[in-house]
């Protein structure tokens, strides 16, 4: 096996490579919580373009923002991805075993998809873990974009969860963030200061396309929605993976929260991202067969 540029005593790490060879050089066991947002098999390229708004004090912008003020819209980088597989389940069978076996005994993992490929996952993910691992199928709604008026609009994503042994798996829903009711009338005024505790239905708008967290990455994540998940199913100080992982969020989330944290991705523009959005919080390897890059690869680990 090859030699892990990974180390439990280490720091944060971004690791440039392909997972399917980076995967196999990590120990049995090492990660608490692995997060999984492969892409979706929609069959068609992401992109996403970064923009920002600049002030025209001559008035001749081409946008008109607050109390008529004149904006120039300034393009940045162009990010994309190509998100067809002719054989989506050889892809991604493998990284799930994988996943499987770097669980902690105590770990769990989430895996997020569409109604596209996620009941294919879900008999899979059956079959690797166990019926009696299934923990929860988690939706999360949202509603942003086009609205399709020849059926009902597809607004939702699916986790589903699973942990690696079902008696011993760690939750600690005291650290999740509550929902306000309903209802809250029909509460006492303590439980109504406390808020609820969330169901397996969430509702979380999409990154805002003009606000501070965005990246200009295809399909980012809401940090929200990935706080949730770190929170409930991991300690401070434990190992949290994501070997998908985009524009970061989960190394974001992380490293907001005391966890430790392994992001991989093969895309160098999701590296590029991470290294903008992550900065000094992880060190940043390449890992595996791809080409060189500009990475620093002789940089010691250091505690995040």
Same mark, same amino acid.
């Given at each position: 096996m090859t030699e892990s540029v990974w180390a439990p005593d280490g720091g944060n790490l971004v690791v440039h490579a392909d997972n399917a060879e980076f995967l196999p050089t990590l120990p049995d066991g090492a990660f608490t919580l692995i997060y /999984? #947002?492969?892409?979706?098999?929609? =069959? *068609?390229v992401q992109r996403r373009q970064e923009t920002?708004? /600049? *002030?025209? +004090? #001559?008035? #001749? =912008? #081409?946008r008109v923002g607050f109390k008529g003020r004149s904006y120039d819209t300034i393009k940045g980088a162009l990010h994309s991805y190509d998100d067809a597989f002719s054989d989506y389940w050889s892809f991604l069978e493998p990284k799930l075993v994988e996943a499987w076996r770097l669980l +902690? %005994? %105590?770990?769990t993992l989430y895996l997020h998809l569409d109604y596209r490929e996620v009941h294919y996952a879900k008999v899979m993910l059956d079959s690797i873990f166990g019926r009696e691992c299934f923990l929860n199928e988690i939706i999360w709604a949202y509603d942003y974009g086009a609205r399709a008026k020849n059926r009902w609009p597809t607004k939702h994503d699916n986790i589903l969860v699973y942990v690696k042994n079902p008696t011993k798996y760690h939750f600690d829903n005291a650290e999740v963030d509550r929902e306000p009711y309903m209802a809250p009338g029909l509460v006492t005024p303590a439980k109504r200061e406390l808020g609820k505790l969330p169901t397996d239905v969430w509702w979380h708008t999409i990154v805002s396309p003009t606000g501070r967290e965005k990246t200009g990455y295809p399909t980012q994540k809401p940090e929200g929605l990935v706080r949730r998940i770190v929170s409930a199913s991991s300690r401070e100080g434990d190992w949290c993976l994501d070997f998908f992982a985009g524009s970061g969020t989960l190394g974001a989330v992380a +490293?907001?929260?005391g966890r430790n944290f392994v992001c991989v991705d093969q895309n160098e523009q999701a590296i590029e991202v991470? *290294?903008?959005r992550l900065g000094t919080k992880a060190d940043f390897r390449r890992s595996g067969s791809l080409p060189d890059a500009s990475l620093d690869q002789a940089a010691p680990f250091t505690k995040a």
């Open positions: /999984v #947002d492969p892409p979706f098999n929609t =069959g *068609r920002r708004m /600049v *002030r025209n +004090a #001559d008035g #001749d =912008g #081409d +902690a %005994d %105590d770990g +490293a907001k929260l991470m *290294r903008k």
